[in-house]
């Protein structure tokens, strides 16, 4: 079974700062990450993926993220956070090598980033 | 450009009554999923639909049925709505299935249960 962790409710951080989402996740096979931003009252939007190549992934709005095999993670980064970063983030999981087509999504983390 | 339309955006049911969820794409995706989402606990697959003419079960398909009524449009029943179904129901498409598309979603449709 394939499953993702986001182990922080909320993530707190100033404006101007560095911010990191955290996402551990388990498959049986080789995992397709992607990551997730809800505004409130809105609909999902994709970020970014990682299907195979480069560790390092860039998104939109000048996000990253960093797929780590050995530690089974794929961390949500910033350089810079701004307070409209502030939103809902969800990180998902696909096992490519079974035959389920789905994704499985983690709990989610808030991020609120203050002036 | 639309994407993915849901409706109603709100609902109250009494405990017993049935309501259909409508999503339609128009993006021209093969694939379509009804996601249910809950504080705490993320996203869960309820139905997905491949393609046109084919459904399958998600991780929580008790209490619910689909039905692709072409490859525009995938609706979500209740035919006997209960409490536990109170939730935010997202629809969403994808152009060649999950594995290396995104997915687009709907604003969603929040259901109350009374």
């Known amino acids: 079974a394939q499953s993702v962790a986001q182990p922080e409710d909320q993530v707190n951080v100033a404006e101007g700062n560095p911010l990191t989402v955290k996402c551990t996740y388990s498959?049986?096979?080789?995992?397709?990450l992607f990551w997730y931003v809800q505004y409130p009252n809105r609909g999902l939007q994709f970020l970014l993926k990682y299907i195979t190549g480069d560790n390092l992934v860039k998104g939109s709005y000048g996000f990253e993220a960093e797929f780590n095999k050995s530690q089974t993670s794929f961390h949500l980064k910033k350089p810079s956070a701004l307070v409209s970063d502030s939103a809902l983030y969800f990180c998902a999981v696909r096992d490519m090598d079974t035959g389920r087509r789905a994704l499985t999504f983690g709990s989610g983390t808030r991020l609120q980033v203050q002036p | 450009n639309a994407g993915v339309t849901q409706t109603p955006k709100f609902q109250v049911l009494k405990t017993g009554q049935s309501m259909t969820l409508q999503c339609a794409q128009d993006m021209n995706h093969n694939s379509m999923y009804w996601y249910r989402q809950d504080p705490g606990m993320g996203l869960r697959l309820i139905y997905y639909?491949?393609?046109?003419?084919?459904?399958d079960k998600g991780e929580v398909p008790n209490g619910y049925n689909v039905s692709r009524l072409n490859k525009r449009e995938f609706s979500l029943r209740l035919e006997s709505a209960a409490p536990s179904q109170t939730s935010v129901y997202f629809c969403?498409?994808?152009?060649?299935?999950f594995g290396t598309g995104e997915l687009f979603f709907g604003e969603g449709s929040r259901l109350t249960v009374l």
């Open positions: 969403a498409s994808s152009g060649r299935g």
């Open positions: 498959v049986s096979g080789n995992p397709y």
């Open positions: 639909s491949a393609s046109e003419g084919t459904t």
